[in-house]
């Protein structure tokens, strides 16, 4: 959090991030993104840069990228109807289950930390198909082996209506796919400087792990030139302080 | 224009909300009634019930800081990027008040509920979470509709505020107000027994007879008294009309991560006000 | 202003609309599409369903007359106060067409449960109707907060029209419409996998950067083609545009009392129509 | 219907029923008139007038005298939360029970006579306190022992929620009260030139009648007055033919 700058030599560790989610993306027509969310919301802005419209960015708190306008009950609506295709939620604390806890550590009601809440994350983890999980912060702290909160269970028994879940999850560190078969997260990619050792000691949760793991594909050179210019002026509207600070926007 | 003669003060509006009422207000960007929010503080206000539609930030944490708030039933209370709602926190940690974990569509189901006079709305997904497991008057039941019996899915009670509480762009001297597309705040009007808003600026004219202002438009039926309130909403923002004071929500902030720095907040920002105004 | 480019006619529109499609439609004072009906019939339409939200005049009348319809789910049809609607009256009593009686707020709660996503809706009344008892699709639970059990009350499922189709007063060429207050418009928008607007004028600018008619506008992502239609719901009304063409409704009700009279108002002012325009 | 003119040589029966519905809304705060009711609906502007707005008139159809103003479902979530206080119904049928059909007669779903459909009354009639049956033609073909469709039941059995039922019914001949306890019709008042022989061929229901039952009492001069002038052109609005042909109305 907070990291900012140049980053294994050649691009910032932003620009790797949005390209990442950005793939994660394809195919998606609306793509909604939530609060306090700049890196998850460049990502969306830059799909939909590339597709020419094709994938919608519904930005929460913009007035201008949001395919939406009628209040507060509409992402909710639309993502029950099945017409949001991907979604962002983070968590104080995250499990190996994908389960996520956005409410507090230690006792409930009275808690040891207590976190803003569950936000939309109750409803839309399984209303969206493919939710991406991203918290930079990868700490024992944050991935657990059990929360102490669900705000929003990481799968559902069989019975329950459930077209949505989680996709991927995305840290400072690396990025886990979600095997939902056997409700476990499996390694997929090392970001820069990275080591399987270093996520290892820093997860709280078991995991799966190919013999192969690499690392994240570096991004696309002319993505770059494109997070620098259009997507750092649109983000910029919502969040302008990360367009100045991280993504170097003198806008 | 002058302001409407059948206008109350912000602080009448405060004066007009009991202790022990339950309050709904609108998240950050529809329209928050900060003026009447510190007037409430003023008035010394206690055992509030907040319901917040969905979501809260300074409101929520001010009023709690300032110990008028027993309860409250939120998706999340924040300062967005300027971090935690350090009051909130605080109160929560220490059992100050009670919780009632919410998640954003389900107080828009309650209200709904309550909007159209039906004891209950149903809502995909939830099951399995805490949030569930620790609300007693939210209730499972199975699909009815389903074929083969199972399908398990979540029913809200109608909850209905007794009083809605928001800020909103104009309001014209027929009692009418204007939210524009903010229909978190018409949802609250409908749902509410009484609403009070407070309005930027007077509309010259009848917002009801203007075609283009009508579907934006919360006719008085549904408002129980205006308050004219000039940046009613500072230091949040009115969508269109002004931003966030961003260096003002910073050292709030910063101020209300102690006890003592949130009281000397109340005595300069708050209580010091209307001798500034 | 030009129509914009990525419009399409009213008749094209009539030519996506598929023989047995589930059609959702407006009341006669919600901007009716009659422009796209007499497209309809003039394309030999066939096996329509009817969803009127909630109730319908001549829009509904004179597809059933054409033969275009096959069952139709209403709270009413009638000629308002040029009498009973005669095609709509005749179809039923030759069980020409299949009928399933509502009453208005449970046709907006089966949409309502569809634009939510949730499988039903609760809806107060009904009971010891007949209107419920030939609706086995809809079912009674006893409502789970009562205490102490019964309370019957009705669930409507959620209905999915396959197209929402009605006649809005603005579009602009970024594909929004503009509906003002006509929220049944923007239900069932918000209800339907598909939706076709014929539209009266076309807005100069971004409908969606308005402030003031955004509370109004309904976006691209629900509208799937837009049609500019002058006078496209002639002969019924436009709100704030033009009224009734009472003379025109009062011709057309007497002849549509016999199936003659019927077909030579069809041959006069729906199949010569594109001639004339 | 249709009937139109002088009446008992002082007053019309317009100017009778419209005092007469008048008298019923004492005390409403919203009125709520839905579609072909150019009487009640005079009635509920009368109201308003003499109330000075604190009783509101809701005219279905008219742009200036609605105080809603959130589109199709609004007045009907309105009644449900009980704030319609009084509401108006006709029917095709009405029978002794206050049942109403307003949907056909002879068997369902292929009907001797199909009426236009049952609107908003299996709702209205179960949410509104005070609704007051309107229907002028007075005659064994309306007034039936039994509908033969219930469109809206009269009464309904205890554990059905139920805070709205009938309250009177009005026709060209007499007023009936509602009896709640007894669900039965009351003859109120007959309207001048009736007779409680007419009244009792012409009613295919049984009903109650007091020994003394008298005539409907005239309209108030004054409310006369106010009705040919500003309730008249405001009800022109939504009923112009109404207005001129049965109020005389010249603007």
Redesign the interface.
């Known amino acids: 959090m907070g990291y900012t700058g140049e980053y294994a030599g050649e691009y910032t560790r932003e620009e790797l991030l949005i390209c990442a989610i950005a793939r994660m993306l394809e195919g998606c027509r ?1 793509i909604a993104v939530g ?2 969310s700049p890196i998850p919301g460049s990502a969306a802005l830059l799909m939909q840069a590339l597709t020419g419209g094709t994938s ?1 960015a519904s930005i929460l ?1 913009s ?2 990228h949001n ?8 992402l ?8 949001v295709d991907a979604f962002f939620l983070g968590g104080g604390q995250i499990d190996g289950e994908a389960n996520i806890n ?3 550590t230690g006792p ?20 969206v198909p493919r939710v991406i999980l991203f918290r930079e912060e990868h700490s024992r702290r944050v991935f657990v082996d059990k929360v102490d ?5 990481g799968w ?2 069989p ?4 077209p949505g879940g989680p996709h991927a999850l995305i840290t400072s560190l690396c990025i886990f796919l979600y095997d939902k078969e056997h409700r476990r997260f499996r390694l997929d990619g090392l970001l820069p400087g990275a080591t399987l050792e270093q996520v290892r000691d820093n997860t709280g949760f078991d995991f799966d792990c190919p013999d192969d793991v690499g690392p994240v594909a570096p991004p696309e050179p002319d993505w770059i030139a494109l997070i620098h210019s259009r997507i750092a002026e649109e983000i910029s509207e919502t ?1 302008p ?1 990360f367009a100045r600070n991280r993504l170097d926007w003198q806008g | 224009m002058d302001t409407p003669e059948n206008y109350i003060s912000a602080d009448e509006i405060a004066s007009r909300i009991p202790d022990g009422a339950l309050i709904g207000v ?2 950050e ?2 329209g928050v009634a900060m003026e009447v929010t510190r007037a409430l503080i003023r008035r010394g206000a206690r055992n509030l019930r907040l319901l917040t ?3 809260s930030s300074m409101q929520a944490d001010i009023l709690i800081g300032a110990g008028c708030v027993s309860e409250i039933e ?5 300062m ?2 300027f971090g ?2 350090p009051c ?2 605080r109160a ?4 100050a008040i ?2 009632r ?6 107080l ?1 189901a309650e209200l ?1 509920a309550s909007e159209k006079g039906s004891p209950f709305q149903p ?12 609300r007693a008057d939210w209730k499972v039941i199975d ?1 009815p509709f389903a074929e083969g019996g ?4 979540v029913l809200l009670p109608a909850v209905r505020p007794d009083v809605a509480l928001f800020h909103a762009r104009y309001g014209d001297r027929h009692g009418n107000v204007w939210v524009g ?4 705040c ?2 609250l009007a409908h749902a509410s027994a009484s609403t009070f808003v407070t309005v930027e600026e007077i509309w010259d004219g009848n917002l009801m007879e203007d075609d283009r202002m009508l579907a934006g438009t919360i006719p008085p039926v549904y408002v129980d008294a205006v308050a004219h309130a000039k940046r009613g909403a500072w230091p949040l923002s009115l ?2 009309c002004y931003g966030r004071d961003c260096e003002h929500l910073r050292d709030y902030v910063k101020a209300a991560k102690s006890p003592e720095g949130f009281a000397d907040y109340l005595k300069q920002h708050v209580h010091a006000e209307q001798a500034v105004a």
Chains 1, 4 share one sequence.
């Open positions: 609306n609060t306090a919608r708190g007035n201008i395919p939406f306008n009628d209040g507060g009950p509409e909710f609506d639309r993502a029950g109807q099945g017409r956005l409410v507090s409930y009601p009275e808690p040891d930390t207590r976190f803003p809440g569950s936000f939309g994350s109750a409803y839309l983890y399984f209303s909160f669900i705000s929003a269970p559902s028994p019975g329950v209506h459930r969040y302080e | 609108p998240k960007d529809g539609v969905p979501v939120t998706s999340g209370v924040s967005g990027e935690y709602a909130f926190r929560v940690q220490d059992g009670a919780m974990d919410a998640t954003c569509p389900a828009y709904q809502l995909r997904g939830i099951i399995g979470s805490d949030v569930l497991a620790h699909n199972g399908d398990p899915i597309p903010k229909r978190e018409v949802l969508a269109n």
